[in-house]
């Protein structure tokens, strides 16, 4: 996630360059095709072009204020999943009466806590990291999940046995909340457990199903289809529509002007017609890299910094230096 005061202007048009040049070659053409060519019928009424803004404004924003929920959502789980996290340190660290206990209990929740984040990231068909404009962009910031295996991550906090046990599970992260789970009841089998406190580690364990399962929903799950599909298709349209839609209301200006300009306003079709359509693909663009919250882009939830942060606190819970923890984080 961009965690800055803002994106710079030049960094935004840099990473919605690729619309600009398409919409200024389309708008350049019906302007070639009207004033060298003499093709006049090719005008469209303009109040049939703003009809149809008004209806591309409100189904664009309609998708944004979605995905910024989906957004949020996610934000809310990892936030969750940090509080439950730091309450799982505590109950690993005061419960058990063997240090070594608490230790390896604390190692795998942090195991879960890697092996669910690179669940996260793992990319699916309908998002959008492997367009151009977002895939240049990834030379601002780190993906850590990309660079490094689960298995090699792994390895920091499971012996080899369980890490194949994990990988080979239809689901790493739910096999590893079932190992923990067993841990457990095996420490309350044991007598290293009383009930009061067996019971409070699995209600702890419990909600990390429920917060794993929210975050999978949103990964899983997209913005529906049918709502994509449809502003993004109208907001072709008006950029297709737009220029023609000027070429006339431009063109009566040459009456009103003289000099270099007169006979020639028919070319501020072009810069007119880009600026406007630029903030429509612009807002398309911008809920189209917002609606999959995981997926790595610049505006995700920073789930790889949240873990490091989580590490850090959880170790230093057994008494470890935190500085010796590699500081991995996609923040720009």
């Known amino acids: 996630m961009h965690l ?13 360059r690729r619309q600009i040049y398409a919409l200024a070659i389309w708008g350049t053409l019906p302007v070639i095709l009207f004033r060298f060519c003499n093709i006049e019928w090719l005008s469209v009424p303009l109040t049939i ?30 936030t969750g999943i940090v509080s439950a996290s730091r309450r799982w340190g505590q109950l690993a660290r005061d419960f ?6 608490s230790r390896k209990l604390i190692e795998r929740h942090l ?13 699916r068909v309908w998002e959008s990291m492997n367009k ?43 096999a590893l909340l079932n190992t923990q789970g067993a841990c457990l009841q095996k420490l309350h089998t044991a007598g290293e457990l009383n ?8 209600r702890a364990l419990g909600d990390f199903v429920a917060l794993q399962a929210k975050a999978e929903r949103l990964k899983d799950f997209p913005y529906p289809r049918q709502y994509a599909t449809v502003s993004t298709l109208f907001v072709r349209f008006f950029c297709l529509l737009f220029p023609f839609g000027l070429l006339h209301e431009f063109d009566k200006l040459n009456d009103s002007v003289s ?36 997926e790595g882009s610049a505006n995700d939830v920073p789930i790889s910094t949240l873990c490091v942060q989580i590490e850090r606190e959880l170790r230093s819970l057994l008494g470890e230096h935190t500085e010796d923890i590699a500081a991995e984080s996609i923040a720009m």
Not at 66 to 72: I, P, S
Request: include cysteine.
């Open 132 to 174: 151009g404009f977002n895939a240049e962009y990834r030379r601002h910031y780190r993906v850590p999940e990309w660079e490094l295996s689960l298995k090699e991550t792994l390895h920091r906090y499971l012996p080899a046995s369980d890490t194949a046990l994990a990988l080979s599970a239809p689901n790493a992260a739910t």
């Open 49 to 78: 072009v703003v009809l149809l803004g008004t209806a591309t404004s409100f189904i664009v924003g309609f998708k944004n204020v979605q995905t910024y929920n989906r957004a949020m959502d996610a934000q809310d789980i990892w």
């Open 96 to 101: 058990p009466d063997d240090e070594s206990v």
């Open 195 to 202: 009930l009061s406190f067996y019971l409070e580690l699995q």
């Open 259 to 294: 000099g270099f300009m007169h006979g020639n306003m028919i070319w501020l079709v072009v810069p007119c017609s880009v600026a406007v359509s630029w903030m429509y693909t612009s807002l398309e663009q911008v809920g189209e890299s917002t609606e999959n919250p995981f």
């Open 111 to 123: 195991a879960w806590l890697t092996t669910l984040r690179y669940s996260l990231r793992s990319p």
């Open 4 to 16: 800055g005061k803002s994106y710079k202007l030049s960094e935004f048009l840099y990473w919605t």
